[in-house]
């Protein structure tokens, strides 16, 4: 069954940069490749709301939702690897997150509910 794992968890000082990667595996039990899939990257905090920060469709086109993060983190794609990545730079102790990958089919979405598939997610922390 389709699955995807994220890693990168970690403690990182304010200011600072993590490079953080989803792995995709068993996608083609679904009827299509890993490359027609669109993937997102959302973080959630205890007490707020799911976020929506980034989406990237399978040629490498990117919509960027979150302005608390924009010209700070970047999403990009290796179809070649079924691997989806969150570089993020000048860390802030806002970004402190549970941080998610999820999958649609074909269009970027903002909402959780449109979402196929989902990661168990990974810890960010920042703090000096």
């Known amino acids: 069954q389709p699955q995807l794992v994220e890693s990168g968890v970690g403690l990182v000082q304010p200011g600072g940069s993590l490079r953080l990667s989803c792995v995709a595996s068993g996608f083609s039990s679904s009827g299509f490749t890993f490359d027609v899939y669109t993937l997102t990257w959302f973080r959630h905090a205890p007490g707020n709301e799911r976020e929506a920060v980034s989406c990237?469709?399978?040629?490498?086109?990117?919509?960027n939702y979150a302005d608390s993060v924009k010209g700070r983190f970047t999403i990009s794609r290796d179809n070649a690897k079924n691997t989806v990545y969150l570089e993020m730079n000048s860390l802030k102790h806002d970004d402190t997150d549970v941080y998610y990958c999820?999958?649609?089919?074909?269009?970027?979405?903002?909402?959780?509910?449109?979402?196929?598939?989902w990661g168990e997610g990974t810890l960010v922390t920042v703090s000096s």
């Open positions: 999820a999958a649609r089919f074909l269009r970027c979405s903002n909402a959780g509910k449109d979402m196929k598939y």
């Open positions: 990237v469709r399978g040629a490498d086109i990117v919509t």
